[in-house]
């Protein structure tokens, strides 16, 4: 008589395996097919515009192969699928779709941007503070970025793709892939997750900031994204919009 | 409830006496669903119904989920929490499904010690269910409902029993359902579910996703006439239909329950 844990083993290859014959496998593909169906479903709720891009029968093989290449390792289906655009980049069926990895990393920032922690940030707070620093010592500091924020930069118009396949998109759906690099920050305004296109500058600069540094290094990177970077309008930009919580290193 | 109802509930503020949502939807640290959920429960009871924990499973029981179940359930202070009498999940692989125990001694000690730790962790009861099965074990010598009422026995917990996995699982295996019933003690029944199977397989699949069968609405009234009035809910995951769907189909759960309290009388 099997053990317990032997029992779950064997029944975790079956379900593993490929469908067979026979009457006891055909009760086992019950519950292979219900597995599947799970996470094909679970995936293409977040993965929804790389859905639409591939088709579902082919949108449905990459969520199989991801899913027996990349275990779950939890009980909340709503957090599994994270690396799918990785996924995606060294997917052989999907080598002629270059911008498809960035359009599900897209997808997956603003599946979690939806679940990012809620932040007390109040913009007149935060300029009061900056007011009491003496000039010398503004460079040291950092911001603390909104938990919601997420930085992307793709070299495809991926925001573009990602805006004609929304339900609500009308008009023209022709999409210009010689635009320049998008740099996207996503991130929850007013409890809706908003994805804006940022420029080279305002990316380095929250990167840099995201990464822990202070002002001094963002701002050198700032400026060696964009030449004429423009710091005094990028932090007021910045802490009207609610993307800084707080200062850092007071 | 699941999220294409939220905005219908939060506009219409139906005539519903409590709602049900599934854990880990709400496991979120924050935003917009969190905030939903929020405002629903300012006037409506909730209860928790996980479907991840692997109570059953032999890999150790992941304190990380339990920590995120308890965290939700000191922001609802739900009516109820439930989970399953399954596993999910073996040397750290999870399939986020419902699978089927064997019914041995030793698969009653581990699941009951499992059960005993998540209440102790969570400091309060919690309900399991029994869920619908498509294929039985050689070495399973217990009947299912046997080992269903004995964990309750043994932990404390209570049960949420499904009526319709019990139908479903009396047509897959050839079990009575009536004894099944019978086999529960009333006082450890806390909450009962109801929802439709799909019998275009091999044997009848609980997809959650059509109206209860007449036959389940009957061993449903049966239910009742053992259990007393216990709150029911409506199961409906798959192939989600209007609110409007799903009131219909409470409202005849009501109407038995209200029939049941005419014949208490």
Known sequence: ???????????????????????????????????????????????????????????????????????????????????????????????????????????????????????????????????????????????????????????????????????????????????????????????????????????????????????????????????????????????????FTELRGE | MRAPHVGTVLAERPPVPWFEVHSENYFADGGPAMAALDRIRADYPISLHGVGLSLGSTDPLDTGHLAKLARLANRVEPARISEHLCWSSVNGRHFNDLLPLPYTPEALDHVCARVSAAQDYLRREILVENVSSYLTFPESTIPECEFVAAVAARTGCRL??????????????????????????????????????????PCLVDTHGAPVAPEVWSLYERALERYGRVPTLIEWDTDIPDFAVLQREAATAQSYLDACLAVAA
């Open chain 1, 1 to 243: 008589m099997p053990s317990l844990r032997e029992r779950q083993t064997r029944f975790a290859s079956a379900l593993l395996a490929g469908d067979d014959n026979g009457d006891r496998n055909e009760r086992i593909a019950i519950y292979r097919n219900s597995v599947r169906a799970n996470y094909r479903k679970a995936l293409g709720a977040t993965y929804r515009v790389v859905s639409l891009l591939v088709g579902e029968p082919f949108f449905h093989a990459a969520a199989d192969a991801y899913v027996h290449a990349t275990a779950s390792t939890g009980g909340d289906l709503n957090v599994y699928g994270g690396s799918f655009g990785e996924f995606l980049a060294t997917y052989p069926h999907a080598q002629d779709l270059p911008y498809l990895p960035d359009v599900a990393r897209l997808e997956w920032a603003i599946d979690g941007a939806g679940r990012a922690a809620d932040a007390d940030s109040s913009p007149e707070a935060i300029v009061d503070a900056l007011a009491k620093i003496p000039a010398e010592r503004i460079t040291a500091l950092g911001f603390a970025l909104d938990p919601s924020c997420r930085l992307l930069r793709s070299p495809y118009p991926v925001l573009r793709i990602w805006q004609v396949h929304q339900p609500d998109f009308a008009g023209d759906m022709v999409v210009a892939f010689d635009a320049p690099a998008d740099h996207l920050r996503v991130c929850r305004e007013g409890g809706v997750v908003v994805v804006e296109r940022v420029t080279p500058g305002d990316f380095a600069l929250l990167q840099s900031l995201a990464d822990g540094g202070d002002l001094a290094t963002a701002l050198d990177a700032a400026v060696a994204a964009e030449a004429d970077f423009d710091l005094g309008s990028s932090l007021r930009k910045c802490i009207a919009n609610r993307t």
């Open chain 2, 160 to 201: 949420l029993v499904d009526v319709n996995n019990i139908y479903v699982n009396a047509r897959n295996h050839g079990i009575d359902a009536d004894a099944y019933l019978a086999a529960i003690p009333p006082a450890m029944v806390a909450e009962i579910h109801l929802a439709g199977f799909d019998a275009s397989g």
